[in-house]
């Protein structure tokens, strides 16, 4: 047998080996896109629902065009400066500084940091989830993560000014003291519910995305 006949099956096995141009293997979580009607179906169907409703109920379809039309014109106001938040954020800040301070071994500091986060934010609460992709990609844990999306929500300081003027300060004082404890011991809980192998996943799906 020649030379070059017994390097066929060496290199056939090579060739079989060897992992897409991409780097990626063809079943990890990256590779796989949803389809189109699973991925955007449940907008759809609420756009048909309105549409019915508007049809038949004229008055709420109203209602509902002007609260989507308000809506969208809020949104329009708030990402543009939140994008460019983020460039800044994805530039300037390294991954080694984010996993230092926000990492899996940050402990209380890494807790404090994602609290001193969200609470100096501003806008609506769906603006904070771009920057929780952003804080995944640059190596904050999983549970610093839920913290600040926590904090965003419940202890914004112009939404605590204004629950002062309105509920009172006892009120105030109270919610939030009740807030930070509730936002980690919620964080610590869905952490530990989702487990290592459901966290992998999200970094790995948030990875995909910001890769796209």
Do not use: C
């Not at 060897?18 to 699973?38: A, E, I, V």
């Not at 179906?41 to 109920?57: P, Q």
């Not at 804080?135 to 914004?156: D, E, P, Q």
């Amino acid at each position: 047998m020649s030379e070059q006949q017994m390097k066929q099956p060496e290199n056939g096995m090579n060739s079989m080996q060897k992992p897409s141009q991409s780097g990626n293997m063809p079943n990890q979580p990256g590779n796989q896109k949803k389809p189109f009607l699973k991925r955007y179906g449940a907008f759809f169907l609420l756009l048909i629902a309105g549409v019915i409703a508007g049809l038949v109920l004229p008055d709420l379809g109203k209602a509902a065009l002007d609260n989507t039309l308000g809506s969208l014109k809020e949104m329009l106001s708030v990402l543009p400066p939140i994008f460019v938040l983020l460039g800044l954020l994805d530039v300037w800040v390294d991954r080694a500084t984010m996993i230092k301070y926000t990492g899996k071994g940050s402990g209380f500091k890494g807790v404090l940091i994602a609290f001193l986060l969200g609470s100096a934010a501003a806008g609506p609460l769906y603006a904070a989830f771009p920057f929780a992709a952003v804080m995944l990609k640059k190596g904050t844990s999983f549970r610093n993560v839920l913290i600040f999306i926590g904090a965003w929500s419940t202890t914004k300081i112009p939404l605590l000014a204004f629950e002062a003027s309105s509920m009172g300060p006892v009120f105030t004082l109270v919610r939030l003291a009740l807030s930070l404890v509730g936002i980690p011991l919620i964080a610590y809980i869905t952490d530990r519910v989702i487990g290592k192998a459901g966290i992998d996943e999200i970094y790995a799906l948030n990875d995909a995305e910001q890769t796209k």
